[in-house]
C-alpha cells in the first residue's frame, strides 16, 4: 500500500524566510515568512509540480517516508488518485486507448484523467483504478 506523501526538507534561512524542498521532486521548491506558510505553500508546490508531471507524461516518483531531517507532505486526495491511475498504467503498460476501451469511454476522456491539465472528479478517476484492478483507501488523519 502506498501513501502519496513525500518527503520535505524545510530550512530556516532568515527570521522571517523558510525554504521547502523535496529531494524526490526537485521541481517542486516554495517558501513562506513562517513555518505553517512554508508548509502551507509546500503543499501547492507538491501539487503542481505533480500535476506537471502528468501533463509531460512522465512517471510520477514513488512516494516514501520522510528521512531524517524530512517531513511528509501530504499529496492532494484528487491528484493522488491521478498520480496513482497514472502509476498503475505505467507499471501494467495499459494504454489510454485500452483503458477507454475497458471503461466504454473515449481515448479523451481518459487523457484527460492522467494528463495533468484538466480538472476531473475522483470517482470518475476511481472508477478508472478499479477497472486496472488497484484500489485507492481513504486514511484520515488527526491532529
Known amino acids: 500500500m502506498q501513501t502519496w ?9 532568515g527570521e522571517d524566510d523558510y525554504l521547502a524542498t523535496f529531494p524526490d521532486v526537485p521541481e517542486a521548491m516554495t517558501g513562506g515568512g513562517s513555518l505553517a506558510e512554508v508548509r502551507e505553500n509546500a503543499s501547492d508546490a507538491l501539487e503542481e509540480a505533480i500535476l506537471a508531471y502528468l501533463a509531460a507524461g512522465r512517471a510520477i516518483p514513488l512516494p516514501r517516508d520522510p528521512g531524517e531531517g524530512e517531513e511528509a507532505v501530504v499529496l492532494d486526495p484528487v491528484t493522488a488518485a491521478r498520480a496513482a491511475l497514472a502509476t498503475v498504467m505505467r507499471e501494467k503498460k495499459i494504454s489510454n486507448v485500452a483503458l ?36 485507492a483507501v481513504l486514511t484520515v488523519l488527526t491532529e
Open 5 to 13: 506523501s513525500f518527503p520535505a526538507t524545510i530550512q530556516r534561512l
Open 100 to 135: 477507454a476501451k475497458t471503461l466504454g469511454k473515449s481515448e479523451g476522456a481518459v487523457r484527460r484523467l492522467t494528463d495533468g491539465s484538466s480538472a476531473v472528479k475522483i470517482d470518475t478517476v476511481l472508477a478508472a483504478m478499479n477497472a486496472l484492478g488497484a484500489r
